[in-house]
């Protein structure tokens, strides 16, 4: 799920249950989010770690 | 003020007894508690019972080791047998505890004597103690402001002289930011080494127990009795000019108060002039830290609180439930991330630290703040208090090394500020060791306290 996708899912479902308030609260998170999700330890599944393709070069 | 130390000496030495020196915790308490709020519960006649007890096995011969007749306050989140445990929330109504936190229990053998619960944050969800179902604890220093938090009645009463010593938690830094904010020594020990059964949990991964103390040498003496081991004594320092320190620049030294700078930098200068060795490292994905720290203690804690959030919403504070809620929308797979950045932090932390016998930090960027501030100004920009609080203490929860504030001067407002060292995991001797050899350099003189206990 994208970041865009999940917040505009959150924000509807926190005011849907009548807290409104949390929207703010819930753009903050967001943006915590997209920083974990840029972070260089993330591992994909397109994209060897740097030790495992040193090893199969080896 | 009376230190657990010279308690002790001049307890043996017949000079004072317990029961005189809980009366004393017991009247600052009813003499200051008005204003502080520092304490939920005061035990006065359990107190007392103890602490006659205490006099009483002392003087025939059954010594239970240092903290034998000490009075100490205990924060309102671990379980005491025969009182609520309130965690500050009216959540927790009617909830009485059967028996002690495994914690609690080791403190009772070691012949501690308990004067009261304190205030908290509530659930020790937060660093200001605002929001707690008992009204916010203040800062003996300033009533206007803070004293930190979670645990903030605790670091209250043993700056105003209502206890010894108190027992904390420490999950995202609430052990040492209360005790940088009041001015008193904090320990987190390394994550795992004292029990938190028995205490209710914030985030079962992030969550420690430990110390709040005047000196680093009633630290170690309070925690060695949280684990079981009631009769040891503080391990000899280090000498100064083996100790290596590292100071890491990166993230950690970009968001300071001036003052709060200027206190730390003196503080490394003292330490080098007499001998310590002190370089400057960076450590890699210090960036990332504070998503991590926040996806895993929102996740954490949602878990817990998820069916009374739902059942009884009305029972929390309305800062605390919002931010409750708010870990409900974390995803899976990123609570997975974090998690796998938490083991890169660390190996990040524990490769700075091969080296090194510590890290040394500000521990808050800032004095404490203002009760009711929101925002706070840092140098020219403006920060989240909440956000700048946890900053500089949340990484070694995340990363469960120990770590120890200790009060490093105070600001021209006459605000307490401090620094922390932090040493490798599940080693909280060496890090004492290393904190007994610095603590006369990095404490100039010793914050005032408005307690007069012991004369």
Same mark, same amino acid.
């Given at each position: 799920?994208?970041?865009?996708?999940?917040?505009?899912?959150?924000?509807?479902?926190?005011?849907?249950? =009548?807290?409104?308030?949390?929207?703010?609260l819930l753009e903050t998170l967001a943006r915590a989010t997209s920083a974990?999700?840029?972070?260089?330890?993330?591992?994909?599944?397109?994209?060897?770690?740097?030790?495992?393709?040193?090893e199969a070069r080896g | 003020m009376l230190t657990i130390e010279e308690f002790?000496?001049?307890?043996?030495?017949?000079?004072?007894?317990?029961? %005189?020196?809980?009366?004393?915790?017991?009247?600052?308490?009813?003499? #200051?508690?008005?204003?502080?709020?520092?304490?939920?519960?005061?035990?006065?006649?359990?107190?007392? &019972?103890?602490?006659?007890?205490?006099?009483?096995?002392?003087?025939?011969?059954?010594?239970?080791?240092?903290?034998?007749?000490?009075?100490?306050?205990?924060?309102?989140?671990?379980?005491?047998?025969?009182?609520?445990?309130?965690?500050?929330?009216?959540?927790?109504?009617?909830?009485?505890?059967?028996?002690? +936190?495994?914690?609690?229990?080791?403190?009772?053998?070691?012949?501690?004597?308990?004067?009261?619960?304190?205030? @908290?944050?509530?659930?020790?969800?937060?660093?200001?103690?605002?929001?707690?179902?008992?009204?916010?604890?203040?800062?003996?220093?300033?009533?206007?402001?803070? *004293?930190?938090?979670?645990? =903030?009645?605790?670091?209250?009463?043993?700056?105003?002289?209502?206890?010894?010593?108190?027992?904390?938690?420490?999950?995202?830094?609430?052990?040492?930011?209360?005790? +940088?904010?009041?001015?008193?020594? !904090?320990?987190?020990?390394?994550? !795992?080494?004292?029990?938190?059964?028995?205490?209710?949990?914030?985030?079962?991964?992030?969550?420690?127990? !430990?110390?709040?103390? %005047?000196?680093?040498? #009633?630290?170690?003496?309070?925690?060695?009795?949280?684990?079981?081991? +009631?009769?040891?004594?503080?391990?000899?320092?280090?000498? @100064?000019?083996?100790?290596?320190?590292?100071? *890491?620049?990166?993230?950690?030294?970009?968001? @300071?108060?001036?003052?709060?700078?200027?206190?730390?930098?003196?503080?490394?200068?003292?330490?080098?002039?007499?001998?310590?060795?002190?370089?400057?490292?960076?450590?890699?994905?210090?960036?990332?830290?504070?998503?991590?720290?926040?996806?895993?203690?929102?996740?954490?804690?949602?878990?817990?609180?998820?069916?009374?959030?739902?059942?009884?919403?009305?029972?929390?504070?309305?800062?605390?439930?919002?931010?409750?809620?708010?870990?409900?929308?974390?995803?899976?797979?990123?609570?997975?991330?974090?998690?796998?950045?938490?083991?890169?932090? &660390?190996?990040?932390?524990?490769?700075?630290?091969? %080296?090194?016998?510590?890290?040394?930090?500000?521990?808050?960027?800032?004095?404490?703040p203002a009760i009711g501030a929101s925002t706070v100004l840092v140098g020219?920009?403006?920060?989240?208090?909440?956000?700048?609080?946890?900053?500089?203490?949340?990484?070694?929860?995340?990363?469960?090394?120990?770590?120890?504030?200790? *009060?490093?001067?105070?600001?021209?407002?006459?605000?307490?500020?401090?620094? %922390?060292?932090?040493?490798?995991?599940?080693?909280?001797?060496?890090?004492?060791?290393?904190?007994?050899?610095?603590?006369?350099?990095?404490?100039?003189?010793?914050?005032?306290?408005?307690?007069?206990? =012991?004369?």
């Amino acid at each position: 799920m994208t970041i865009d996708v999940w917040l505009t899912a959150a924000v509807a479902d926190a005011e849907r249950r =009548g807290l409104p308030e949390l929207k703010a609260l819930l753009e903050t998170l967001a943006r915590a989010t997209s920083a974990l999700r840029a972070a260089d330890f993330n591992e994909r599944a397109d994209v060897p770690r740097p030790g495992k393709r040193l090893e199969a070069r080896g | 003020m009376l230190t657990i130390e010279e308690f002790g000496r001049r307890l043996r030495a017949r000079e004072i007894s317990s029961a %005189q020196t809980t009366e004393e915790c017991l009247e600052r308490i009813d003499a #200051d508690n008005p204003r502080l709020n520092a304490f939920i519960r005061v035990t006065a006649d359990e107190a007392r &019972r103890q602490a006659h007890d205490a006099d009483q096995e002392i003087a025939a011969g059954h010594d239970r080791g240092p903290l034998h007749g000490v009075p100490i306050s205990i924060k309102d989140l671990l379980d005491v047998r025969g009182m609520p445990t309130t965690a500050a929330s009216r959540v927790r109504d009617g909830h009485l505890a059967s028996r002690d +936190a495994t914690s609690i229990a080791h403190l009772r053998q070691a012949g501690a004597v308990f004067v009261g619960k304190t205030n @908290l944050h509530e659930f020790a969800f937060g660093t200001t103690n605002e929001d707690s179902a008992f009204g916010p604890a203040r800062n003996p220093h300033d009533l206007s402001r803070s *004293p930190g938090g979670s645990s =903030g009645g605790s670091g209250a009463s043993v700056a105003a002289g209502m206890a010894l010593a108190t027992i904390g938690t420490d999950t995202g830094g609430s052990i040492r930011i209360p005790a +940088a904010a009041c001015g008193i020594v !904090g320990l987190k020990p390394s994550f !795992g080494d004292v029990s938190t059964d028995g205490v209710v949990p914030l985030s079962r991964t992030l969550d420690h127990v !430990g110390p709040l103390t %005047q000196t680093v040498a #009633d630290a170690s003496l309070v925690y060695h009795a949280l684990l079981g081991d +009631a009769h040891a004594m503080p391990p000899a320092p280090l000498p @100064l000019h083996a100790v290596r320190l590292a100071i *890491p620049r990166n993230y950690f030294l970009d968001v @300071l108060d001036d003052e709060v700078r200027a206190r730390f930098d003196e503080a490394v200068t003292r330490l080098c002039d007499e001998g310590a060795h002190v370089d400057e490292i960076d450590i890699h994905h210090a960036a990332d830290i504070a998503p991590v720290y926040l996806h895993i203690v929102l996740a954490d804690a949602a878990a817990y609180h998820a069916a009374t959030l739902e059942s009884m919403p009305e029972r929390y504070t309305p800062n605390v439930r919002i931010r409750l809620e708010m870990g409900r929308y974390v995803l899976a797979e990123d609570y997975v991330r974090a998690l796998a950045g938490r083991e890169v932090l &660390r190996r990040e932390v524990d490769a700075a630290l091969a %080296q090194h016998d510590a890290l040394i930090l500000p521990t808050l960027p800032i004095p404490a703040p203002a009760i009711g501030a929101s925002t706070v100004l840092v140098g020219s920009k403006t920060e989240p208090v909440r956000n700048v609080m946890l900053r500089l203490t949340q990484p070694f929860n995340v990363t469960g090394h120990p770590a120890i504030s200790i *009060p490093s001067g105070r600001t021209s407002a006459g605000m307490p500020c401090a620094l %922390q060292l932090v040493g490798c995991r599940n080693q909280t001797d060496a890090l004492l060791k290393v904190a007994l050899a610095c603590e006369p350099h990095i404490t100039p003189e010793p914050v005032p306290r408005s307690g007069k206990v =012991g004369g």
